[in-house]
T-cell receptor, first 114, second 113 residues
Framework: NAGVTQTPKFQVLKTGQSMTLQCAQDMNHNSMYWYRQDPGMGLRLIYYSASEGTTDKGEVPNGYNVSRLNKREFSLRLESAAPSQTSVYFC?????????????FGDGTRLSIL | AQSVTQLDSHVSVSEGTPVLLRCNYSSSYSPSLFWYVQHPNKGLQLLLKYTSAATLVKGINGFEAEFKKSETSFHLTKPSAHMSDAAEYFCVVSEDSNYQLIWGAGTKLIIKP
């Protein structure tokens, strides 16, 4: 019963390198989300996908792209990594995008950009 | 616009004493409210949620929260702290009008033996 699985768990990149963070859920959820978590701040939404085939920008989308590959998988891409993107990235999913739907989270990807 | 304020960045209590983590919110609509917990180097786990039913909400691990509309508060409490409660706690608000959750900055709960 895996829930939400993120890979990799840790990654170090050099400025300018590209990287794709992978996320998969096995709960048959329609909605998926990517957040970043920085010290002293709550989670901030980067992008979300309300359902398969749709994606929308969240609060902090600049420097990122996403792909909802199928119902299970939602990837986050950094095309040209910058030190400001050093953060912990969380993927989440929910049955639907309704406001009363709690989200289920992966364990996070810790990303450092040198 | 929605916002969430967690009034304390750190709370320190002794094991066996009550816990109070404070959260105030602002929302234009009827909000849904959540508390999540994050243990060190882990993902986030839902503790409890309020979605316009009973104003006193019971969650996992003995936690509960009371929705007070007049005070725009949703404080988290537990009668007796346990060492395993040491973690960071996040208050979250969501509105019917969109898919986005708005997160507070978090409160670190420290349990003294």
């Amino acid at each position: 019963n895996a829930g939400v699985t993120q890979t990799p768990k840790f990654q170090v990149l050099k400025t300018g390198q590209s990287m794709t963070l992978q996320c998969a859920q096995d709960m048959n959820h329609n909605s998926m989300y990517w957040y970043r978590q920085d010290p002293g701040m709550g989670l901030r939404l980067i992008y979300y996908s309300a359902s398969e085939g749709t994606t929308d920008k969240g609060e902090v989308p600049n420097g990122y792209n996403v792909s909802r590959l199928n119902k299970r998988e939602f990837s986050l891409r950094l095309e040209s990594a910058a030190p400001s993107q050093t953060s912990v990235y969380f993927c989440a999913s929910a049955p639907t995008g309704g406001s009363n739907q709690p989200q289920h989270f992966g364990d996070g990807t810790r990303l450092s950009i040198l | 616009a929605q916002s969430v304020t967690q009034l304390d960045s750190h709370v320190s209590v002794s094991e066996g004493t009550p816990v109070l983590l404070r959260c105030n919110y602002s929302s234009s609509y009827s909000p849904s409210l959540f508390w999540y917990v994050q243990h060190p180097n882990k993902g986030l786990q839902l503790l409890l949620k309020y979605t316009s039913a009973a104003t006193l909400v019971k969650g996992i691990n003995g936690f509960e929260a009371e929705f007070k509309k007049s005070e725009t508060s949703f404080h988290l409490t537990k009668p007796s702290a346990h060492m395993s409660d040491a973690a960071e706690y996040f208050c979250v608000v969501s509105e019917d009008s969109n898919y986005q959750l708005i997160w507070g900055a978090g409160t670190k709960l420290i349990i003294k033996p």
